[in-house]
């Protein structure tokens, strides 16, 4: 709670670096220092990793509700 009363979710929400540090934190189960002491490169790498994965994840679903909704239109 004590984050919200000093405002730090607005930090978090409107800083696309801030944000990114916490949920790639978030999905390695790593604290924000261990994110902030990887290379640059290998953070830019797990970022586009996260991008990517969503993208197809997303992709895919778009074609599983597709010939859901061909199969249900018989």
């Known amino acids: 709670i004590w984050c919200f009363l000093r405002g ?3 930090k978090v929400r409107f800083d696309p670096e801030l944000y990114s540090i916490l ?8 604290s924000m220092e261990e994110i902030c002491l990887m290379t640059q490169d290998e953070f830019n790498y797990w970022i586009a990793y996260f991008k990517v ?14 010939k859901y ?6």
């Open 23 to 30: 949920a790639l934190g978030h999905e390695l189960k790593k």
């Open 8 to 10: 730090s979710w607005k």
């Open 53 to 66: 994965k969503a993208d197809k994840e997303k992709l895919n679903y778009g074609r599983s509700a597709s």
């Open 69 to 74: 909704n061909s199969k249900r239109n018989r």
